[in-house]
């Protein structure tokens, strides 16, 4: 038991760790009203394992952090990253391929209120809606079912549940 206690914090550890430099390292389109964040590829991994959940969440805070947001986006934009986490890994033995929704809607819907009344862009809310939107589906749809089926292969090796 303590070995899976240590095990899977190993893997939040890793997870958080991996998504902070992606964070940092596409900092340029990982903020703003049109973002694309790499890192949120990789909210497909609560389908493998529940130390994604925390990892996630930590390491969309500590990115967030770093990338020099506002306390509004620190908290609200890792509870969006949480909320995914938590549904991503609640859908991992029901649709696999529904996966990458959460993370999508979540931050659709919560990232837009903080760009408006955190920063103060004056774009409408909709639009901003959309613009997350697309940049969610590009980095959780596109690159994260990518990561999903570059991983499905390996599952067994790679992560214990």
């Given at each position: 038991?303590?070995d899976?206690?240590i095990?899977?914090?190993?893997?939040?550890?890793?997870?958080?760790?991996?998504?902070v430099?992606?964070?940092?390292?596409?900092?340029?389109?990982s903020?703003?009203?049109v973002?694309i964040?790499?890192?949120?590829a990789?909210?497909?991994l609560?389908?493998?394992?529940p130390?994604?959940v925390?990892?996630?969440?930590?390491?969309?805070?500590?990115?967030?952090?770093?990338?020099?947001?506002?306390l509004?986006?620190?908290?609200?934009?890792?509870l969006a990253?949480l909320v995914?986490a938590?549904f991503?890994?609640?859908?991992?033995?029901?649709?696999?391929?529904?996966?990458?929704?959460?993370?999508?809607?979540?931050n659709?819907?919560i990232?837009?209120?903080?760009l408006?009344?955190g920063?103060?862009i004056?774009?409408?809310?909709?639009?901003?809606?959309?613009t997350?939107?697309?940049?969610?589906?590009?980095?959780?749809?596109?690159?994260?079912?990518?990561l999903?089926?570059?991983?499905?292969?390996?599952?067994g090796l790679v992560?214990?549940k």
């Open positions: 038991m303590k899976q206690n095990s899977t914090m190993t893997q939040a550890a890793m997870i958080s760790a991996v998504y430099v992606l964070t940092y390292v596409f900092a340029p389109f903020f703003g009203e973002q964040r790499i890192a949120e990789l909210t497909i609560p389908v493998f394992t130390a994604a925390p990892g996630l969440f930590i390491g969309c805070f500590i990115g967030n952090i770093l990338g020099g947001a506002i509004p986006d620190i908290i609200c934009g890792s990253t995914g938590v991503t890994y609640r859908l991992r033995d029901k649709n696999r391929f529904l996966a990458p929704l959460p993370p999508i809607i979540a659709t819907i990232v837009p209120f903080v408006r009344y920063y103060g004056l774009l409408p809310v909709p639009f901003m809606m959309l997350v939107g697309v940049g969610e589906i590009i980095s959780c749809g596109i690159f994260g079912m990518v999903y089926l570059a991983l499905w292969k390996y599952k992560f214990q």
